[in-house]
């Protein structure tokens, strides 16, 4: 899941993805056109989900599409104002030489690029060459899209992008054509044989190209235009009812708690009737039922985690009334990783603390500085440790390994990757135990709910699906997003989930249901963190836009954009009480934000040397939401996680950038 260089697109992989896609489809009369001068290499293996390159192929077929993981396109062409005129112009004059016959159904692409092309000119902030281009062939269009030319043409600042109703609409939905199966070959090779990356990105991302093999030229389009629900639509869907509240206390285990509670002499401590009330924990009228997703039943071992809980709840009641102070951060930097690291996680306790890398293994150390040991089943059955090492090497993935989690209790953590399964690992054997399968591309994120035995994962397949442990085919499979989903997070409740996709959507699963219970659209790029509060009524998202959006899931409305880090945003976290969250990514900085300020403007610390305000070290000043606290840099060292202890302390985790 991290960031190896982008590559520059070749000759041979372009050759080798279109060669293997047609393939796939049994497109075998074009693929026989070139198969001569193209062999397909092995599939590459250098795509994280964070390093991958952040465009799929074609989006057609039924929806017919090029596996973005394989998929390389030039940041340099997209960067280049004079390659979205230059590549433009050249289909256009391709369609009108093409054959009459198919001249009408290939036309139909050129409106959503056109459109595209001027939006992602004035985001990029190219004012006068979006100008240029709007002014050049804005009249091609006039006669079928004036009203909407004319609405296109007033935008012009990259603000607007974010805000104008129709530019919305645009980035949120993908825009439907029909065509058929020759037509769409055509195209697909004349962006093949002159290299056109970047309307294949544009394409991909925001055109679906619906393959009707049974049509016949001229037939009458139905189903064509922008698709996905109207704002009234998605009001209507995102007012069904949610049940975002904390899950009741299991009887068994607050008969432990309170057997506890006088154990330790704590009845007539002043904090007493507040702890009992933690242990209590009854369900708010928002709360789920503990049937509605079936719980595991609790052990001995979970009245122990809940002990050390409530004590650390005990110290932060003595402390409720102190005044706030700067946030204190801890980052932990990885160095000789040979920019192979693809994921960083630690556990719950922040005791372990694993990566995952593009060689297909992951590693484990131990953040309290001891050597970690390997337990052995001895001829008496007796478990034995031994082989203590600085870190352990986890075999077993054969391809790149783009996320892991760690259980709560620190006994196992399951990872996801490139060769399409998901692993459950031992950490006190550190060996695998089981291999998952069911996604049949890339997996690129995977989570364990609170319970650890339900986990999720997403790929590329434009799935999100949930297993547990103790079952090697999934119980639940969540369809709706037109893209790649790229990260899922557990509602603190376990009966939500939460998923984000390539095309900037977030949807909201009901794990009872199975069904999207809200759809949340702002985002313009891949979306590639989620985090809840801790009472699981906010939910913050970021990406490749560089925003962090905040919403309320009551409403699913968004109630903020926080705008300061300057390139993709990885991680995001909030604090135990929900007062803080935290963000970090490519920019090699930490952002902290008060997000109180939304409701009663809360506190907002400055701490001492902090870079609010600042784009980058020794950069021009650039705008930043009034939630910041505060920015903090790393020399070169991307930030691939982060999240706060029980205490309150902010942990950063990252790599060492060699170059």
């Known amino acids: ?289 503990r049937d509605d997703v079936p719980q595991p039943p609790p052990k001995f071992s979970d009245v122990k985690k809940e002990t050390e809980a409530l004590k650390e709840a005990l110290a932060q009641l003595s402390k409720k009334n102190v005044a706030p102070t700067s946030p204190s951060i801890c980052c932990y930097t990885f160095h000789n990783t040979y920019d192979t690291m693809t994921c960083l996680t630690s556990s719950s306790d922040n005791s372990l603390v694993m990566a995952g890398f593009s060689e297909s293994i992951l590693k484990v150390w131990s953040l309290k500085g001891e050597k970690l040991k390997t337990a052995t089943l001895g001829a008496s059955k007796e478990i034995s440790w031994s082989k203590e090492e600085e870190s352990k090497k986890l075999i077993g993935h054969s391809g790149p390994v783009y996320n892991c989690r760690i259980s709560s209790d620190n006994k196992f953590a399951v990872s996801c990757s490139e060769d399409t399964t998901v692993r459950l690992w031992s950490l006190e054997t550190f060996s695998n135990l089981v291999v998952y399968k069911g996604h049949n591309y890339p997996v690129w994120d995977v989570d364990l709910a609170s319970n650890d035995v339900y986990f999720a994962s997403c790929g590329f397949d434009r799935t999100a699906r949930m297993w547990r442990t103790d079952m090697t085919t999934p119980v639940r499979m969540f369809v709706g997003h037109e893209s790649d989903v790229d990260c899922v997070k557990f509602h603190p409740n376990s009966n939500y989930l939460a998923s984000g996709a390539s095309d900037g959507e977030v949807r909201l699963w009901s794990i009872q249901k199975g069904t999207s219970a809200r759809i949340l659209r702002s985002h313009t790029a891949p979306v590639m963190a989620l985090a ?72 907002t610390v400055v701490p001492p040397n902090a870079d609010v305000g600042v784009s980058g070290l020794g950069k021009s000043k650039t705008h930043t939401s009034p939630e910041m606290v505060g920015r903090f840099f790393t020399k070169r060292t991307p930030i691939f996680n982060v999240n706060y202890t029980k205490s309150n302390v902010l942990l950063a985790f990252g790599p060492f950038l060699s170059s």
């Open 1 to 289: 899941m991290q960031h190896a260089p982008t590559k520059d697109a070749t000759s041979e992989d372009v050759d080798r993805i279109v060669a293997a896609y047609l393939r796939e489809r049994g497109y075998k009369h074009t693929e026989a056109a070139f198969a001569d001068e193209a062999k397909p290499p092995t599939t590459s293996t250098s795509a994280s989900k964070r390093g991958r390159p952040n465009d799929d192929g074609v989006g057609a077929v039924d929806e017919a599409s090029i596996p973005d993981f394989l998929l390389y396109y030039s940041e340099t062409e997209a960067n280049n104002p004079n390659a979205y005129e230059h590549s433009y112009a050249r289909l256009g004059r391709w369609v009108k030489d093409s054959l009459e016959k198919y001249r009408p159904e290939l036309s139909t692409v050129l409106f959503p690029l056109f459109a595209h092309a001027y939006l992602d000119l004035v985001s990029r902030s190219m004012g006068e060459q979006a100008r240029h281009f709007m002014d050049t062939y804005r009249k091609e269009h006039m006669d079928m899209h004036s009203h909407d030319v004319t609405r296109l043409a007033s935008i012009t600042t990259p603000d607007q992008v974010k805000s104008n109703e129709l530019a919305v609409q645009f980035m949120s939905n993908r825009y439907t054509v029909r065509m058929s199966r020759y037509a769409f070959e055509l195209l697909l090779s004349f962006l093949q044989d002159n290299k056109f990356m970047l309307l294949t990105r544009l394409l991909n991302r925001h055109v679906t190209i619906r393959v009707d093999n049974e049509r016949a030229p001229g037939d009458v389009e139905e189903g064509v235009g922008l698709v996905g629900l109207k704002p009234a639509q998605l009001d209507e869907h995102n007012n069904q009812p949610v049940k975002l509240g904390s899950l009741p206390a299991d009887p068994w285990l607050v008969h432990e708690l309170e057997w506890w509670l006088r154990d330790d002499k704590f009845e007539g401590e002043p904090q007493s009737a507040e702890l009992r009330k933690l242990i209590k924990r009854e369900g708010a009228e928002d709360a789920p039922h």
């Open 532 to 603: 809840f509060s801790a009472d699981g009524k906010l939910l913050a998202t970021a990406g490749e836009d560089k925003m962090v959006k905040l919403w309320d899931l009551g409403s699913g409305k968004l109630m903020k954009n926080l705008t300061g880090h300057t390139d993709t945003v990885y991680s995001l976290a909030f604090n135990a009480d929900g007062s803080m969250l935290a963000s970090g990514g490519a920019d090699n900085s930490v952002v902290v934000w008060n997000p109180r300020n939304l409701e009663d403007g809360g506190v």
